[in-house]
């Protein structure tokens, strides 16, 4: 078989550089799009959309072309309108084909389908992507039909036809033109525009986010300007009949206010939300093309290892309605290459999934960061693995030189998520012990001492300049108790809502500390057997303290990694390649395995010497009284171990909601501060540690429930991963272990959050010369400045349920005109005249006597709890009341 030859539309394709690139299939042939032009796709064609970028940099409309640092990270999409003819269709998937041979056959390939595009083809698009659709006519019979691009088949006319177009999304906006001007075709959780040329109607759905108003701003701006003029008019959900003369009857000539009837947003389909898959749904199939006829077998389910691929192979792994991989080992054949998507798809139709789920093929080492989640032990080609102990310490230890102090972590915030350290531990700290149900102080004598059978909460203060942070830490031993662990939970909440919210909470379980964690205790950290009993433990439990004698495994070369634990006092439990520490009444022994480091044998000196006298005792040199006092001699763990490196997995954002009584997370590709919306729960997952951030206005609910959302994270986790450390953080708090994840973080970023009357002075800024149409607020005199609702989301009883802004006690306020007549048989201004005639408001009244209004008064929160903690003021938090 020839080479084939290279399409002259690919020489545009720059060396030792990064590209983004988009080409429409036009007469069969590829034709390279304008760069005002990306974003905005027609129905009715075929796409072939390439980037290249450095591995773990954004791609995208944004990014400058620049030569790379190191070798770049390459994906190729093919992107089918739901009108493409089939050979348009057929162009474009046979020049992703070329396009890969061109590039040496290591790029990831991606089939994408109108409305079901994936999250990295979407995260190109910033500002939105852009569905078009294009009034053509074909030759033959004269009939209009939907489609794009001339072909030889069709033919563009100039007419111009109304068209209303749907804005959706909270991060990658999508505009996309509907097939008929209908209200039937809206909900009011989206925005919508109506397009007449001479008036571009912006209707604002009551429940649309910002990003969509804005978004949708600067879409009827396009517009205006690609029909050299015109008038925009926004107009809010409700607020049609406010249309004056020309505009009105343009409006009702398409969308007649008599026919208004829209869908809610809570029926109507979620903003690009996808559920996570269990691990063991997962399934992997290998391929065969035997005589032409594709062959698959399965070869197991979930979880997927990395040794379960074969490079002599392609494998197809199957995730369901979240879309498949076919992965084509480097030794597989060229035409396993080629055929590897027409494979997949023949599979989806076996397997009678959606013709539109997301498909990508992938070769051996050239596996994308969402791919390699999918595996348990995800390895890559360069990881080496090497000899060494069983216990790796941490990844700060290979930064010891490192300066950990708060300035420079807050200054190099990348350092400090590397680390995981935001100081070097030497703060302000308090601990306290729970036992029935209630904070026991721990006296300072013993701080770093835990018992495996209860748990603790440590609140730790630091400077940061001049603003004081903290962070909780609650500690859950193995043995502990489920009500001890509800418990612990419980008083960190309390103890953070003391501290008026801005302490980040640290979900620590026994064995998987975070690094800062053991800092704050300087290298003397020790968990004994033994602890409180519990109600769980039966009638006859006992309370079970230190023991006189005990031996202890110390693990650590720093004061930021070193932690003990006790394990039984007899010698089958040594090990050589660690220390130990066995503590008499007489006399401690600090006993260093031949397989322990020079540091590591001075960190467990350092700890024998705060137990009393020691005495040095290495590995072969033994006296008697040594092993008298373990029981006698015994064969024990001597041999080195092989240590595996632990990978390295790229941080993943994900938008997290259970809002349907089902955990879905939304992941978002090439994410940055922005991403970080102030209604929503995030989870960042570092692989090492988990992250919930919680937005100022984010569902009070979801904000309660985050970290069963993250256990349950962690329980559909196709790695199978657990009890890893969690960490809450709330808005504006951010410590920098956090936002080194981000890049570039800008502090001030929040400092100015956005009202309804913001978005309102935002949204003419966006379309300039627009016309403002907005429900205005009859409570506060201002002509837009609170947002309505409809009255099913008003008479919800449960004020926690309610909208952020909505107070429970003046519900009316948060009325459109129209529905406040409805509820009480006038309009505001007249009640307003009321109010001023007589001194009370009789709104109020009405919104407070169950006799009369709509739905029963909701009281604010008022728990009447009474804490048995009694909190004393340390003069080091001095913002403690």
């Given at each position: 078989m020839g080479e084939l030859m290279r399409d002259p539309a690919f020489n545009i394709v720059p060396k030792n550089s990064t590209f983004f690139i988009i080409w429409r299939v036009e007469n069969l042939e590829l034709v390279a799009l304008k760069r005002e032009d990306y974003g905005k796709?027609?129905?009715?064609?075929?796409?072939?959309?390439?980037?290249g970028t450095e591995y773990g940099k954004p791609a995208g409309m944004e990014d400058i072309p620049h030569p790379p640092r190191g070798r770049l990270d390459i994906h190729i999409h093919f992107w089918l309108g739901s009108e493409t003819s089939t050979d348009e269709a057929g162009v474009a998937a046979i020049k992703c084909v070329e396009l890969d041979n061109m590039l040496g056959g290591g790029p990831v390939q991606h089939r994408e389908a109108e409305g079901s595009e994936s999250k990295r083809f979407l995260s190109y698009f910033k500002n939105g992507m852009r569905r078009v659709v294009m009034e053509v006519i074909e030759l033959c019979p004269s009939r209009l039909l939907r489609g794009g691009v001339a072909t030889g088949f069709?033919?563009?006319?100039?007419?111009?036809?109304?068209?209303?177009?749907?804005?959706?999304?909270?991060?990658?906006?999508?505009?996309?033109?509907?097939?008929?001007?209908?209200?039937?075709?809206?909900?009011?959780?989206?925005?919508?525009?109506?397009?007449?040329?001479?008036?571009?109607?912006?209707?604002?759905?009551?429940?649309?986010?910002?990003?969509?108003?804005?978004?949708?701003?600067?879409?009827?701006?396009?517009?205006?300007?690609?029909?050299g003029g015109g008038t925009i008019v926004m107009v809010e959900?409700?607020?049609?009949?406010?249309?004056?003369?020309?505009?009105?009857?343009?409006?009702?000539?398409?969308?007649?206010?008599?026919?208004?009837?829209?869908?809610?947003?809570?029926?109507?389909?979620?903003?690009?939300?996808?559920?996570r898959r269990i691990s063991h749904e997962l399934k992997l199939f290998r391929c065969t093309d035997e005589s032409g006829t594709l062959?698959?077998?399965?070869?197991?389910?979930?979880?997927?290892?990395?040794?379960?691929?074969?490079?002599?192979?392609?494998?197809?792994?199957?995730?369901?309605?979240?879309?498949?991989?076919?992965?084509?080992?480097?030794?597989?054949?060229?035409?396993?290459?080629?055929?590897?998507?027409?494979?997949?798809?023949?599979?989806?139709?076996?397997?009678?999934?959606p013709p539109h789920t997301q498909v990508s093929r992938i070769v051996q080492h050239g596996e994308p960061p969402e791919f390699k989640t999918l595996f348990k032990d995800w390895r890559d080609k360069d990881q080496t693995i090497g000899f060494g102990r069983q216990f790796s310490t941490s990844k700060i230890a290979t930064t010891v030189q490192t300066k950990f102090d708060a300035v420079t972590l807050h200054m190099r915030p990348e350092l400090a998520a590397k680390t995981q350290m935001v100081d070097d531990g030497k703060g302000q700290k308090e601990v306290w012990r729970i036992k029935n149900f209630n904070?026991?102080?721990?006296?300072?004598?013993?701080?770093?001492?835990?018992?495996?059978?209860?748990?603790?909460?440590?609140?730790?203060?630091?400077?940061?300049?001049?603003?004081?942070?903290?962070?909780?830490?609650?500690?859950?031993?193995?043995?502990?108790?489920?009500?001890?662990?509800?418990?612990?939970?419980?008083?960190?909440?309390?103890?953070?809502?003391?501290?008026?919210?801005?302490?980040?909470?640290?979900?620590?379980v026994q064995g998987k500390e975070p690094p800062h964690f053991m800092a704050v205790f300087g290298g003397k950290m020790v968990i004994f057997e033994g602890g409180f009993a519990s109600s769980f433990d039966g009638s006859g439990a006992r309370d079970q303290g230190r023991k006189s004698s005990y031996m202890l495994q110390v693990r650590g070369s720093t004061n930021h990694n070193t932690k003990a634990i006790e394990v039984d006092m007899r010698a089958g439990c040594l090990n050589s390649n660690d220390c130990f520490v066995v503590a008499t009444p007489q006399l401690t022994y600090v006993w260093c395995g031949k397989g322990s480091t020079g540091d590591e044998r001075e960190m467990a000196k350092s700890l024998g010497a705060s137990k009393g006298e020691t005495l040095m005792v290495s590995e072969g040199l033994e006296k008697e009284d040594f092993w008298h006092v373990l029981g006698g001699k015994a064969k024990y763990a001597s041999s080195s171990r092989l240590r595996e490196e632990e990978p390295t997995h790229p941080p993943r954002l994900f938008q997290c909601s259970n809002a349907s009584g089902v955990f879905k997370a939304e992941e978002l590709i090439n994410f940055s501060q922005a991403d970080l919306m102030d209604d929503d729960v995030m989870l960042l997952d570092s692989w090492d540690t988990i992250f919930l951030w919680a937005g100022c206005h984010a569902n009070?609910?979801?904000?309660?429930?985050?970290?069963?959302?993250?256990?349950?994270?962690?329980?559909?986790?196709?790695?199978?991963?657990?009890?890893?450390?969690?960490?809450?953080?709330?808005?504006?708090?951010?410590?920098?272990?956090?936002?080194?994840?981000?890049?570039?973080?800008?502090?001030?970023?929040?400092?100015?959050?956005?009202?309804?009357?913001?978005?309102?002075e935002r949204l003419e800024e966006a379309a300039p010369g627009a016309t403002v149409l907005v429900t205005s607020s009859f409570s506060s005199g201002s002509s837009k400045g609170k947002r309505t609702y409809p009255i099913a989301i008003l008479k919800v009883k449960d004020a926690e349920k309610l909208p952020p802004e909505v107070d429970p006690k003046n519900k009316e306020d948060f009325l459109s005109e129209g529905d406040f007549k409805t509820v009480f048989g006038c309009c505001p201004r007249e009640y307003l005249t009321d109010f001023d005639a007589r001194g009370t408001s009789h709104v109020s009244k009405i919104m407070t006597d169950s006799s009369r209004t709509p739905w029963s008064h909701v009281p604010s929160n008022d728990t009447n709890y009474s804490s048995d903690l009694h909190w004393q003021r340390p003069e080091h938090f001095c913002t403690f009341t």
């Open positions: 796709f027609h129905r009715g064609d075929s796409y072939l959309v390439l980037g069709r033919k563009v006319t100039d007419d111009f036809q109304p068209s209303l177009y749907h804005v959706k999304g909270k991060r990658s906006t999508v505009v996309k033109e509907l097939h008929k001007i209908e209200w039937e075709a809206m909900n009011d959780g989206d925005v919508y525009i109506l397009d007449t040329r001479s008036i571009i109607y912006v209707w604002v759905g009551r429940n649309s986010n910002n990003i969509e108003k804005l978004q949708a701003a600067k879409f009827a701006s396009t517009l205006k300007q690609e029909h959900d409700g607020q049609e009949a406010a249309l004056q003369d020309r505009e009105r009857l343009a409006f009702e000539e398409l969308l007649p206010l008599n026919n208004k009837q829209v869908t809610p947003a809570s029926e109507a389909p979620k903003d690009e939300t996808v559920a062959k698959v077998a399965e070869v197991k389910n979930g979880p997927l290892l990395h040794a379960d691929l074969n490079t002599n192979d392609s494998f197809i792994i199957d995730n369901g309605q979240d879309g498949i991989w076919v992965w084509v080992g480097k030794k597989a054949t060229q035409k396993e290459r080629e055929e590897a998507l027409r494979n997949a798809q023949g599979f989806i139709t076996k397997k009678g999934y904070l026991i102080p721990v006296p300072e004598n013993q701080y770093g001492e835990f018992f495996m059978g209860d748990c603790y909460i440590v609140l730790y203060a630091y400077l940061e300049g001049a603003a004081e942070r903290y962070i909780l830490y609650y500690w859950i031993g193995d043995h502990a108790s489920k009500d001890e662990a509800g418990t612990a939970a419980l008083k960190a909440v309390e103890l953070d809502d003391r501290l008026e919210g801005r302490a980040v909470q640290v979900r620590t009070k609910v979801e904000q309660r429930s985050a970290e069963a959302m993250a256990i349950e994270y962690l329980r559909t986790d196709p790695a199978g991963r657990k009890d890893i450390p969690i960490i809450k953080i709330k808005q504006g708090f951010e410590p920098p272990n956090f936002t080194g994840f981000f890049g570039v973080w800008d502090n001030d970023l929040w400092n100015d959050n956005m009202t309804y009357a913001d978005i309102c």
